[in-house]
């Protein structure tokens, strides 16, 4: 059974900075892209950052580029985000995803907080 658990979520102040991590658990990690949602309330879940099975390739939403880095720790099926210069407009639950061939998995989400 695949699943993925994220941490890191909180509250911070504008400017702040956090870093999010999604653990997986139930399937070869290394072999797959992953990447980074956010939904904010009352709005559509959209992309933030997405990253290829080796970490050689990632790309970010208009809205995140320089301030966001998405990066993984295939030995540890790990994907993290580390958030900078953090926004109120940031705020939301932030989802990890993984594409595998047959199917997508998403995490259960972590709450993201910024106050201004």
């Known amino acids: 059974q695949v699943q993925l658990a994220e941490s890191g979520g909180g509250l911070v102040q504008t400017g702040g900075s956090l870093r999010l991590s999604c653990a997986a658990s139930?399937?070869?990690?290394?072999?797959?892209?992953m990447g980074w949602f956010r939904q904010a309330p009352g709005k559509q879940r959209e992309l933030v950052a997405f990253i290829t099975r080796t970490g050689g390739s990632a790309n970010y939403a208009d809205s995140v580029k320089g301030r966001f880095t998405i990066s993984r720790d295939n030995a540890k099926n790990t994907v993290f985000l580390q958030m900078n210069s953090l926004k109120p407009e940031d705020t939301g639950v932030y989802y990890c995803?993984?594409?595998?061939?047959?199917?997508?998995?998403w995490g259960q989400g972590t709450q993201v907080t910024v106050s201004s």
């Open positions: 995803k993984l594409w595998s061939v047959l199917r997508e998995y």
């Open positions: 139930g399937i070869i990690f290394g072999i797959n892209n």
